[in-house]
């Protein structure tokens, strides 16, 4: 891509700006950074290439169907989806304690905190 990578928000949620609501907004940014910390850059385009194509979820829209996102999250990465979650809930409470109370963004932080609790629930460490 000249000029560098285009992230989900802005003009590529397909929405005038004025469209797109700050809650939906900021949980545009949290998901990107949160995969951009765990995969990096190249390897979270990659992962927002399948979100859309395989998963069926546009990334502009995400907010509307936080459990769906985690779906389409376990579908493509499996177990390792539990980290990519755990690093979206890091970056979506910060995003919270500075904006204050968003309904959608709390909202949605509360489903992934959910699965990231059910995805430690659910593995069991073993030694040797």
């Given at each position: 891509?000249?000029?560098?990578?285009?992230?989900?928000?802005?003009?590529?949620?397909?929405?005038?700006?004025?469209?797109?609501?700050?809650?939906?907004?900021?949980?545009?940014?949290c998901v990107e950074k949160g995969l951009i910390n765990t995969l990096g850059v190249s390897a979270e385009a990659g992962a927002v290439?399948?979100?859309?194509?395989?998963?069926?979820?546009?990334?502009?829209?995400?907010?509307?169907?936080?459990?769906?996102?985690?779906?389409?999250?376990?579908?493509?990465?499996?177990?390792?989806?539990?980290?990519?979650?755990?690093?979206?809930?890091?970056?979506?409470?910060?995003?919270?304690?500075?904006?204050?109370?968003?309904?959608?963004?709390?909202?949605?932080?509360?489903?992934?905190?959910?699965?990231?609790?059910?995805?430690?629930?659910?593995?069991?460490?073993?030694?040797?």
């Amino acid at each position: 891509m000249p000029g560098g990578r285009v992230l989900f928000g802005g003009n590529r949620t397909g929405l005038p700006d004025k469209e797109v609501s700050s809650g939906n907004q900021a949980i545009i940014e949290c998901v990107e950074k949160g995969l951009i910390n765990t995969l990096g850059v190249s390897a979270e385009a990659g992962a927002v290439y399948f979100i859309e194509l395989n998963g069926g979820l546009r990334l502009s829209r995400i907010s509307g169907n936080p459990d769906g996102f985690v779906e389409v999250l376990r579908s493509i990465f499996g177990r390792g989806s539990a980290e990519l979650l755990k690093a979206i809930s890091k970056e979506l409470r910060v995003k919270e304690a500075r904006l204050g109370r968003d309904k959608l963004l709390h909202d949605f932080a509360a489903v992934i905190e959910r699965a990231v609790k059910s995805a430690e629930g659910g593995s069991i460490s073993r030694s040797g």
